[in-house]
Structure formats: structure tokens, C-alpha cells
């Protein structure tokens, strides 16, 4: 069965146009680290759960490595591999990529280069296009990425193809109500102004559709479950900055739109909508003084199913099936 079409009504996807944020956001990225670095040690605490010891481990959308050594250092004995479609973000990445917290680095360097390299290694790809062979992974590793694709469908399959049958999909991303202050004071402001409605945050993916795509995509036994963190802030200004840090809206908009709400950038009516924005997320002030950020947290693993067909589109029918179906005598 083929993956459930997107909904019409998403963006097209341009990866010139999010490798450009992330390029630009990658030198400032760490001071809003915080928030994958904490979704990350949540991540961590769900894999100690699961019985898994994998040959090689695939972190797509690794950004600037902040999860690699963690990797290494729980399984030191599989190569970690990176993968992100930044190249500064990959910078970033090189000198935790190159750090070997295994017992490989108590020994001499000739010794170590015959026993091979097992430290992690890293590519710049498009996380729904990878350079990697088909089941080259045990373990898949994502960590508020998928989220950046307007096509989680599409992205499904290409990691399921990177697995190795039984090999683990554990992800995070985030879901609908992420940003959920934000988004209610660009609507205000549009609708005080006569503006058209536009879209200013990413449509995030209800944990439900993911789910099915999961198993759409050739993956078993789906375990998913969500969590809101709420962040907050001392003022509209920081608020706002820090979305800046995480990113931007990735999809391409019409000439239009490419200033606040549709203004020129930089032009007065640009300002004062800008202005307005601020009084609109200063009308959210809570009673304890604060402005409130709230990021809806999907955590989901899942297994790559046995295929039930050939690559020519035969059945394949497994013996275990068959004895396991047959009556009892």
C-alpha cells in the first residue's frame, strides 16, 4: 500500500530555501540548544527501555551533533553516523563528530587504524533523499527534525529504506499546538488590519496521521505519545528572538509575503505590524508576569516490518506464517 497522500493544501517543499535558514541560523543556534538538548535526554530515557544493540546508528537532521557523542558513548562499538542538510549546522558537528569516548581512544594509533574507524561520520543530505545504501542501520535516530518536511510521508519510506529488517526508528518532532501563542497573535493582528490570513508557523502533523503514516511506510509496532513543554519569557522581544534562533517559516510565499504579514521589509507599515505583533503577545501575559511559549512534543519508535512483498511485487509468504495459520489437528 502506498504511503497516504499529504494533504493538497501543504507547501512544496525547498530544500535550497531551509538549507539557507539553518545556514544562517547555525552560528547562533546553540543559545536556544536548550530545547532539543533537553527533548534529547527524554529520548535517551525512552531507549533504556528497549532492548536494542545496533551495528551502525543513522542521526538524521543531527544538526550541529549535539546527540552524537551521546550515541557513541551508549553504543560504542557501532559506528554513528550524521546526517543533516545544513552544511554550516555540519560545521558545527565536525568536533563532536570526531571525539571517541570508546575504549578505542586508549589505544596506540597504528593499533587503532587496524581495528578500522569507528568514530561517528557525517554527510549533508536532504533527510528524505539519503546517501546511504539500503539496510545499512540498525538504529535511526531523529531528534526534532521531521517536523522541517512538509511531506512526513515521503520521508517515512526513505528512512524505513535505510533500516535493516527489525532495526529501530526512535524520533521526536513536534505537533499541532506547537507555537500555539504565536500563531493566535499573528491572527489577531491580520484580523485588526484586514489582512489575509497567511501562514507564519510551520502546519505541524498530529501525532495520530503519524502514526498511520508509520505503518503505511512498511514499520510495525508504533509506539507514540506526546507531552507539551511550555517555555517562558520576560518579554515579546526575547520571545520572538528565540524563534528567530530555532528558525524560520521554511516553504516558499509569494512576493507578497516576503515582508511581516505581506509589508516591504523595513518599510513603516513593515514596523507597525511588527509593533502590533508585540502588543498582541503582550496581551498574553500571564498573571505571573510571564509570556508563555508552548511546544507540543511527539516522541515515536517504531520497528521495520519484514516485507510482505519483492522488489518485482511478488507476495512473500514466511514459513512461520504459515505454521503459525495452520489448525490444529
Known amino acids: 500500500m502506498p504511503p497516504t497522500p499529504a494533504k493538497s493544501s501543504r507547501p512544496a517543499y525547498n530544500s535550497r530555501l531551509l538549507r539557507q535558514i539553518f545556514d544562517r541560523r547555525a552560528a547562533k543556534f546553540g543559545e536556544v540548544a536548550f530545547l532539543p538538548r533537553e527533548i534529547a535526554q527524554r529520548m535517551r530515557e525512552r531507549l533504556d527501555y528497549i532492548k536494542v544493540k545496533p551495528a551502525r546508528v543513522l542521526d538524521v537532521g543531527c544538526g550541529s551533533g549535539e546527540d552524537l557523542p551521546a550515541l557513541r558513548e551508549r553504543f560504542p562499538e557501532a559506528p554513528v553516523f550524521g546526517a543533516d542538510l545544513s552544511h554550516a549546522m555540519l560545521r558545527h558537528a565536525l568536533p563532536r563528530a570526531s571525539s571517541d569516548t570508546s575504549w578505542r581512544r586508549l589505544l596506540p594509533a597504528t593499533l587503532g587504524r587496524a581495528l578500522g574507524a569507528h568514530g561517528p561520520r557525517i554527510a549533508q543530505a536532504d533527510f528524505s533523499a539519503l546517501p546511504f545504501a539500503a539496510d545499512a542501520f540498525e538504529l ?190
Not at 535511526?140 to 511531506?151: I, K, Y
Not at 527489525?166 to 506547537?178: A, C, H, I
Not at 508509520?214 to 508504533?222: A, R
Not at 507599515?269 to 509593533?275: D, I, V
Open 140 to 329: 535511526l535516530w531523529s531528534n526534532l527534525a521531521l517536523h522541517w518536511h512538509p511531506r512526513p510521508d515521503l520521508v517515512l519510506p526513505e528512512w524505513q529504506r535505510v533500516l535493516k529488517v527489525g532495526g529501530l526508528l526512535m524520533f521526536s518532532t513536534l505537533g499541532p499546538d506547537t507555537l500555539s501563542e504565536l500563531r493566535g497573535a499573528y491572527a489577531e493582528v491580520e484580523a485588526a488590519h484586514g489582512l489575509a490570513t497567511r501562514p507564519h508557523v510551520i502546519d505541524f502533523v498530529d501525532m495520530h496521521d503519524l502514526g498511520d503514516m508509520l505503518v503505511e511506510s512498511g514499520f510495525e509496532i508504533p509506539v507514540m505519545d506526546q507531552e507539551k513543554i511550555t517555555i517562558t519569557y520576560t518579554s515579546p522581544e526575547s520571545l520572538l528572538a528565540d524563534v528567530r534562533r530555532w528558525g524560520a517559516y521554511p516553504f516558499v510565499r509569494d512576493a507578497a509575503g516576503a515582508g511581516a504579514m505581506g509589508a516591504t521589509p523595513g518599510s513603516s507599515t513593515a514596523r507597525r505590524l511588527h509593533q502590533a505583533l508585540l502588543a498582541a503577545l503582550e496581551a498574553r501575559r500571564r498573571a505571573d508576569g510571564t509570556l508563555a511559549l508552548t511546544f507540543e512534543v511527539i516522541y515515536g519508535h517504531a520497528w521495520k516490518a519484514v516485507p510482505r512483498m519483492t522488489a518485482e511485487g511478488h507476495g512473500i509468504v514466511r514459513v512461520e506464517d504459515i505454521v503459525r495459520k495452520r489448525p490444529p489437528r
